[in-house]
């Protein structure tokens, strides 16, 4: 194992497929004894294949706080992105426009 170690470029994420797993199903197996509908937020993974995990294990979807991040993971093919900060910037709304012409389930909370 030190050998491989040794090779990895730095920084480099290494996940224990057990503890993720176990986690992913805890947290959905909690939300569905609650009765609610869970929607992790990926900030602490921003990765598209551990928000499809989720998604297998039963989340309602994903949620984001940009739009960057969302265009990201419907590339990827995930699907239900809520975007939880308010688009406003001009650039940001025309991206927006794009995304939802291509991305299932694309939800983005609004402010007046």
Do not use: C, F, W
């Not at 979807?61 to 993971?73: D, P, Q, R, S, Y």
Request: hydrophobic share 45%.
């Amino acid at each position: 194992m030190k050998d491989l170690y040794s090779s990895l470029d730095t920084p480099s994420l290494l996940v224990d497929r057990t503890i993720l797993l176990r986690n992913i199903t805890g947290m959905q197996d909690l939300a569905d004894r609650a009765g609610v509908a869970l929607r992790p937020h990926t900030k602490t993974h921003r990765t598209p294949a551990i928000a499809a995990m989720q998604v297998k294990a039963g989340a309602k979807g994903i949620t984001v706080a940009k739009i960057g991040e969302a265009e990201a993971l419907a590339e990827d093919g995930v699907t239900g992105i809520l975007i939880t900060s308010p688009v406003a910037a001009p650039g940001a709304i025309v991206r927006l426009a794009q995304l939802a012409g291509s991305a299932i389930g694309l939800m983005a909370t609004l402010d007046d």
